[in-house]
């Protein structure tokens, strides 16, 4: 739309320009015609008066260069009347309407300018207010070699690590996708359980079904620490909503489907780090590590 109206106001300026330049145009010529006449006449009047030269072609006693500029006024008359009288009548009325058509041209795009404006700021004000305190966090186990599951189950039981995650998520939100949904037996209780699906018909008990990471995120947007809780393909996608990531790194590297992305050291800054080794009823070491975004 703003592409047709720029080319139609460069259209109209440009005839707008052409215009003016053509009355000039047509202004000098009268003014060159008119010296000319002025020229040509005295040189005429000298020859025919004064070296009475073809004093023979005198007609009804007026001789020819009286004739010849007689006729010579009449037509630089009609040329003046022309370029100021006719054509400046014509002009002006087509200069008006020219300019009433730019006028409301400029007015449709300023008018289509602050709806943008306003829609651009309503955005901008939304994303702010919802966004900016809140700590959207990522919380995962993920082994040395970031293995985080294999055939849609956990590959460890670590009591400490599901301690921490329950004292963690208790209260809050928790976005997962549908295949971590199904490889629980439940939604976890004392949670809002949302859960990401294409699947438009997806529906099971004390969840929140949504259909992209986006969605999810709205559905929190008054919780101040949504928590995203993986698989791997929720992970990815989080990754870049999240400002922090809770992480409980394996020391052990394992065999596994489904991986945890590398975290990008430029992006991530280790702020914490607890580790929890030797600890009875636990087959591995571990840590406890949290990483916030530093940019
Ligand atoms: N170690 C840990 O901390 C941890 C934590 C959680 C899970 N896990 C493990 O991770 C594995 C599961 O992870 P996963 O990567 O296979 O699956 P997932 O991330 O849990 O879920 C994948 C599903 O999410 C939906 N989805 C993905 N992207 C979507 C998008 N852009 N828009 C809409 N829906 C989308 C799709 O559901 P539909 O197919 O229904 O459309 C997709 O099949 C399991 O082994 C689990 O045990 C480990």
New binding site residues.
């Given amino acids: 739309m703003f592409g047709n109206n720029n080319s139609s106001i460069d259209n109209e300026t440009i005839e707008l320009l052409e215009n003016a330049q053509s009355r000039i145009r047509q202004k000098k010529n009268v003014y060159r015609h008119f010296i000319f006449y002025l020229f040509v006449s005295g040189f005429f009047l000298f020859v025919d008066l004064v070296l009475a030269v073809g004093k023979t072609l005198s007609i009804f006693n007026y001789s020819w260069s009286i004739w010849v500029l007689l006729i010579w006024t009449f037509i630089l008359l009609y040329h003046l009347f022309d370029v100021f009288i006719s054509k400046k009548i014509i002009n002006k009325k087509w200069v008006s309407n020219q300019k009433s058509h730019l006028i409301e041209i400029q007015k449709e795009k300023i008018k289509s300018l602050r709806k943008d404006i306003e829609i651009e700021s309503k955005i901008y004000a939304e994303s702010n207010s919802n966004n900016s305190n809140q700590m959207v966090t990522i919380i995962?186990?993920?082994s040395e070699n970031d293995v985080?599951?294999?055939n849609?189950?956990?590959i460890w039981h670590l009591s400490k690590d599901l301690i921490r995650f329950k004292n963690l998520t208790k209260g809050h939100h928790v976005i997962?996708?549908?295949?971590?949904f199904e490889?629980m037996p439940k939604a976890l209780p004392n949670r809002t359980n949302v859960v990401?699906?294409?699947?438009k018909n997806?529906t099971a008990e004390n969840i929140v079904v949504v259909?992209?990471i986006e969605n999810a995120l709205k559905v929190c947007k008054d919780d101040p620490q949504p928590f995203i809780?993986?698989?791997?393909?929720?992970y990815k996608?989080g990754l870049e909503y999240s400002k922090r990531i809770e992480l409980t790194r394996v020391h052990h590297n394992f065999e596994g489907d489904?991986i945890f992305p590398e975290i990008d050291k430029e992006i991530w800054k280790e702020v914490k780090k607890i580790k929890m080794f030797d600890i009875e009823n636990h087959d591995y070491n571990f840590s406890f590590i949290t990483y916030d975004k530093f940019s």
Avoid: H
Avoid at 196 to 199: A, D, G, K, L, Q
Avoid at 229 to 234: F, L, R, Y
């Fill in positions: 995962v186990a993920a985080i599951g294999d849609n189950k956990l997962m996708g549908r295949k971590t490889s990401i699906t294409r699947n997806y259909d992209s809780i993986g698989g791997g393909e929720i996608l489904t």
